[in-house]
């Protein structure tokens, strides 16, 4: 237990460093649909983007969902090493890879949580990549989409 501790402190450490040299930083935002469970296939795009994370200097970025393609995503980003939070909700728990301030969370006067986590996730990241199957509608990513063109920023939904 204690040797978990120390790397989960360790862990924390060298994200902290990281995030004080952000100009150097690739800021990529992972999101997918709640029906959507091809593991091998996120497994196999993250493992692509690992080929270039030589100086551990990719980030990847989710909105912090439990089913879905987003249980894949944190697994395998942080199976390889890639410095990794998540934008989860305010009406949630705060998680150790939650990337707003600890006080941001579990608060139920906030309207719309879920608008809120899609536009500081997309002011977050430089680019989008939405995983779905393609008979699945694009109705749960409207405005994280709507966000990240307001913003200028490009994104990619990948149809599997």
Do not use: W
């Not at 987003?70 to 942080?78: D, F, S, T, V």
């Not at 536009?119 to 990240?148: A, G, P, R, W």
């Amino acid at each position: 237990m204690i040797i978990l501790k120390l790397a989960i402190v360790h862990d924390q450490q060298k994200r902290k460093k990281m995030y004080d040299n952000q100009t150097e930083l690739k800021l990529i935002g992972l999101i997918g649909s709640k029906k959507f469970e091809n593991k091998r296939f996120i497994q196999d795009f993250i493992f692509e983007l690992k080929k270039y994370n030589k100086n551990n200097d990719i980030e990847i970025s989710t909105s912090g969902r439990r089913d879905g393609a987003e249980k894949y995503i944190r697994k395998y980003a942080l199976d390889f090493d890639f410095l990794f939070r998540e934008y989860n909700p305010t009406n949630t728990p705060y998680t150790l890879y939650s990337a707003l301030p600890k006080g941001s969370y579990l608060r139920i006067d906030q309207k719309n949580p879920e608008l809120h986590r899609d536009k500081k996730l997309s002011e977050h990241i430089d680019i989008l990549y939405i995983f779905k199957y393609k008979d699945e509608t694009l109705d749960e990513f409207n405005h994280v989409i709507q966000c990240m063109s307001t913003l200028n920023k490009p994104y990619e939904i990948i149809n599997v």
